[in-house]
T-cell receptor, first 114, second 109 residues
């Protein structure tokens, strides 16, 4: 059982380039999330999707867009990458409530913006 | 008011000792407090969680102690083992989960 799968695992971009991080879950979960993790700052929520067809901003949405393609897939797009977006990005899913359901995380996508 | 303050930032404990990580919050509307464990190169995974109607929850060697009046909660790892070496995150939630900054725990053999 794969759980939450993220691609790519590593990516290097130049400032101004665009890219999309892909996420898929096979647990039939309703809710999906994108977080970024930076040293000393914990996990910060970028966007989430409580159900198929809905998306909402989290704590740090600026510079990002998301698409909930279907129940399984939730992608994160950087339209014009900036060095401040260098981070490790985690996708997560949850079958319970958005605020109290157990989160299942992927292994992360490490992005460097030069 | 939405912050969760976690301490210490890093912690070194001898094998067999007790590891203690603390978190404090301000928002009294928080009603769910999970702890997640993260190994290098992996995503976080739920370790244990508590709601404010109980003061303590224990699962194996891991215990959450919750002090509602002080707005503090802590994770205790008894008989700490090298395999417990990881980064630990506390969280607090009402409609959205707010994370602490994390504690890097190293258990020395």
């Amino acid at each position: 059982n794969a759980g939450v799968t993220q691609t790519p695992k590593f990516q290097v971009l130049k400032t101004g380039q665009s890219m999309t991080l892909q996420c898929a879950q096979d647990m039939n979960h309703n809710s999906m999330y994108w977080y970024r993790q930076d040293p000393g700052m914990g996990l910060r929520l970028i966007y989430y999707s409580a159900s198929e067809g809905t998306t909402d901003k989290g704590e740090v949405p600026n510079g990002y867009n998301v698409s909930r393609l279907n129940k399984r897939e939730f992608s994160l797009r950087l339209e014009s990458a900036a060095p401040s977006q260098t981070s490790v990005y985690f996708c997560a899913s949850s079958g319970g409530r958005v605020d109290t359901g157990e989160l299942f995380f992927g292994e992360g996508s490490r992005l460097t913006v030069l | 008011q939405q912050q969760v303050k976690q301490s210490p930032q890093s912690l070194i404990v001898q094998k067999g000792g007790i590891s203690i990580i603390n978190c404090a919050y301000e928002n009294t509307a928080f009603d769910y407090f999970p702890w997640y464990q993260q190994f290098p190169g992996k995503g976080p995974a739920l370790l244990i969680a508590i709601r404010p109607d109980v003061s303590e929850k224990k699962e194996g060697r891991f215990t959450i102690s919750f002090n509602k009046s002080a707005k503090q909660f802590s994770l205790h790892i008894m008989d700490s083992q090298p395999g417990d070496s990881a980064t630990y995150f506390c969280g607090a939630s009402n409609y959205q989960l707010i994370w602490g900054a994390g504690t890097k725990l190293i258990i020395k053999p």
